[in-house]
């Protein structure tokens, strides 16, 4: 889906077609006031004060009429320039203009304003020539949005809307955004009952349903097993941790503002943990280490917990807390290569089991310049970034490199993948950090019997399971594969009274095979049973009729697919499982 803030031709339509929006909103709501009405990724919104009036959806429509009028009238847009002081005079009814213009920067003498026809608006600019230009836009939806972003302040009215040069360019638009509805993890969440949130628990802290913790087992248990074939030690550590351990680790200097208050409880000061490296470095310091025990690999399956912004919380791809896939790999200087070769390759692997094919790397590095985001050592800097150009050079990786983009201690390696909607979303992630080992003190004793300090790697394949489960619902629209469906059969007789013995035989059978089976027997009608499953998108939907019933066989349909086949129960089995046990993906 196109980035319009950053097309220079849609930016500028998108933003005069802002301006058209509020034109026709003065029109047909006299006392409407108007704050700010930027262009963002995906068009553009407006802020408005409608006094009593709230929006309905009905209203869109009318609104969209009126800017069609308007523009169709054809106005030039006209730009002025004003001194503070008579913008001030000009806008002095409208108390959130006055609040743009008080809050404008000292030095700047001049304010610009744009004129079409009888509405005039604050603008930097710039604009098309004339209001004949917008004539492919949409209203998207409306919303609440508080003054300022602040929840003390009035609520106002925010119009989304979106605005092309040609009617083809808006078509392909809007069914990119009904294909994105449709693929919305939160609905899809909702409709199969994976997860769920309520504002007693709190904003960004989702439910896992039992459905949606089976999907969650089941790649714990994925990403578990290739951890401990690679020789993994997973541990266990407290959610919280004291202020000082953050001090320690820099995280209280460097990430503050993104943590949950502190708590003080007896005389220790506590923070809910938004990261977990400095509890790993207490597990890796908990014994003397010899040369010959590195790489040390310590992983873990942790709950963390990170302040979002509220109007950024959204289902489970952005939390305020999460389950991070997260590692911590004791090097020595000599190893970061082969081990961070193994990393990227995990990383490769897991892609290729999942059918991930649209991804790129990034290198982020720090900027040279801001030393307060920054660690400041230049020599272990360029030390860090050095090696991991060396590195993903040597494997013949395609990266780009993104300055300041680093986390405070050391640069890392971000995969970013484009979804099947959507702007792209880092995934994966691999940081090499030479900081925080210096800091906790850690060592290990070198061939010679002298103390060296190691390097840690710091990765996380899926990210965590919240954004990767959001992920993998939208890219498969929850059909999900087999070996990740909550339900993997739903076994549902023809006829309960007559194949019901059959069905309910047939279903302990998979049962005791490990398969998540449901069976479906109710006095409804088949047409309607069958129809649930496949809106259920269960992968494997057997129907058993008195045929199946004489001989013993199964006759089942694949989700998506009409087309029935028959087998006997034997086959049946083992067709299931060995596609379980490969994670075969659906087709």
Known sequence: MINIKENERLNKMNHSCAHLLAQAVKHLYKEAKFWVGPVIEEGFYYDIDLGDKTLTEEDLPKIEREMKKIAKDGKRIVRHELTKEEALEMFKEDPYKLDLI????????????????????????????????LKYFKLIKHS?????????????????????????????????????KQRDHRKIGKEQELFMTHELVGSGMPLWLPNGALIRHELENYIYQKEEAMGYNHVYTPCVGTVNLYKTSGHWDHYKENMFPMMKVDEEEFVLRPMNCPHHMLVYKNKMHSYRDLPV?????????????????????????????????????????????????????VYKDFGIKDYK???????????????????????????????????????????????????????????????????STCQLDFLLPRRFELTYVDSNGEKQTPVVIHRAIFGTFDRFTAFLIEETKGAFPTWLAPTQVSVIPVSSEFQGDYAREVTEKLKEQGIRVELDDRNEKLGYRLREAQTKKVPYTLILGDNEKQDNTISYRLHGEKETTTVSEEEFIKLIKEEIEKKELRK
Not at 151 to 165: D, P, W
Not at 321 to 347: T, W, Y
Not at 398 to 410: I, L, Q, R, V
Request: glycine letters at 6%; one cysteine or more; charged letters at 35%.
């Open 361 to 427: 790397f990034r290198l982020s590095l720090r900027d040279k310049n801001d030393k307060e985001k920054y660690f400041d050592d230049d020599e272990m800097w360029d030390t860090a970034e050095n090696k991991l150009r060396e590195v993903l050079n040597d494997m013949g990786v395609d990266y780009f490199e993104a300055e300041g983009e680093a986390a405070f201690y050391g640069p890392k390696l971000d995969v970013e993948v484009k979804p099947a909607v959507g702007p792209e979303v880092t995934l």
């Open 144 to 180: 609440g949005a508080y003054w300022k972003g602040d929840a003390n302040n009035k609520m106002l009215q925010r119009i989304y809307g979106v605005c092309f040069e040609t009617e083809e360019d808006l078509d392909n638009y809007l069914q990119e955004l009904e294909e994105a």
């Open 297 to 349: 690999r310590i992983g873990e399956f942790a709950t963390d917990f990170r302040y979002e912004a509220s109007g950024a919380v959204k289902g489970l791809e952005r939390v305020r807390c999460m389950c991070q896939n997260d590692a911590h790999l004791f090097v020595r200087p000599d190893q970061i290569g082969d081990e961070f070769k193994r990393v990227v390759s995990l990383i490769l692997d």
């Open 102 to 133: 008080s809050r404008m920067d000292e030095n700047e003498t001049t304010i610009s304003c744009y004129t079409q026809g009888d509405f005039t608006d604050l603008c930097r600019g710039p604009h098309v020539e004339t209001v004949k230009e």
